[in-house]
């Protein structure tokens, strides 16, 4: 009889560990999670006071805030460094597709969203980002577009492709995307018309003048675009989507660009609309056409005015 209360006795002993050792490993997750979203919470705090300053300063701060982050990750996570593993979703994509969860189109879209998310989350963590164009809007919304590349699209036309942070656009903000639009200056001497009009304004005639070289338009939506960015990677900075903007590749003979790029973005019951403008750029060689390319860009000609700079708004005297 002792025996046999002996065997039910241990028997419950053990049971009653398991349960313990499950509790405390929900406990455990539940400090976690606590603490990645007061980390999270924390830098988007400081990252909305941030992004509306000027370039210089809002590089510097905005790397401090993201090692600061950093330190507090690595506090939230002591101790169980094995569940911070910013690789874990494609671990999970790939063991679905080979268990037959997923079809190969799906895992390959997801996977190539994660490869773009984990990208900027090594670039964003790493502090090792400059913006080629970044620019400021209302909302406390800035762009910063970065890393550009040459590539083609589907019909093997050269394009320009430029990875982008859109800060102060979060999971729940609703986007409206609105236009793209490029035009492109070249220097050239002034024919008589113009003549005519610079000897009007009192300018000189004879040096060679920025004309407007034509201008091209188009939708301002990216090529990919990406919200809920902690999805991926659950310890991903809050206050931060991430996209790759498209832009067609210029005019051998276009030496400067202004890009006008917008969009609304609608957080709550408010609506900012922004309009990031970058005037007379100039173009760098990797940016235009090569020898062999081919202008495929929506071109609209510049008229008459618009190449001798007169604003047709204004009556000439």
């Known amino acids: 009889m002792a025996r046999t209360i002996l065997i039910i006795l241990v028997v419950a002993l053990a049971g009653g560990g398991l349960l313990y050792q499950r509790h405390m490993a929900q406990v455990t997750e ?34 401090t805030a993201l090692t600061a982050y950093e330190q507090e990750l690595d506090r939230v996570y002591e101790g169980y460094e094995d569940r911070r593993d910013p690789n874990a979703y494609a671990a999970e994509v790939k063991k679905q ?4 969860q997923i079809e190969e189109a799906s895992a390959s879209s997801m996977l190539e969203a994660f490869d773009l998310v984990k990208d900027a989350y090594d670039t964003l ?25 040459r590539t083609e699209d589907m019909d093997g036309n050269p394009l320009l492709e430029g990875k982008a942070f859109f800060w102060g656009v979060q999971e729940n903000t609703r986007i409206s995307w609105g236009q793209l639009r490029l035009e492109y200056w070249y220097t050239a001497p002034p024919d008589p018309e113009m003549k005519r009009i610079l000897r009007k ?19 301002a939506t990216p090529y990919i675009f990406l919200q809920s ?5 659950p310890t991903f900075p809050a206050f931060v989507s991430v996209g790759i903007i498209r832009l067609p ?3 051998r003979d276009a030496e400067k ?15 900012f609309d922004v309009m990031a403008a970058w005037e007379q750029l100039d173009i760098p060689p990797a940016w235009t056409l090569g020898e062999s390319d081919v202008w495929a860009a929506d ?7 618009e190449i001798l700079g007169i604003d047709p708004n204004e009556e000439e005297d």
Do not use: C, H
């Open 30 to 63: 539940q400090e976690i999670e606590e603490g990645l979203r007061e980390a999270r919470r924390t830098f988007e705090d400081k990252a909305a006071s941030i992004v509306t300053e000027d370039t210089e300063a809002y590089l510097s701060r905005i790397a």
């Open 97 to 100: 597709l080979e268990e037959g």
């Open 125 to 149: 963590m790493q502090g090792n980002w400059t913006p080629v164009l970044t620019a400021t809007g209302p909302g406390n919304i800035r762009i910063d577009i970065y890393d550009f590349d």
């Open 201 to 219: 304004q009192g300018k000189p005639v004879d040096a060679e003048v920025l004309q407007v070289l034509g201008r091209a338009e188009g939708d």
């Open 229 to 233: 960015l902690d999805d991926y990677i």
């Open 249 to 251: 590749a210029m005019p």
């Open 257 to 271: 660009v202004d890009i006008e790029y917008g969009f609304t973005a609608r957080k709550g019951g408010d609506a």
């Open 299 to 305: 071109e609209i000609e510049a008229t008459r005015d």
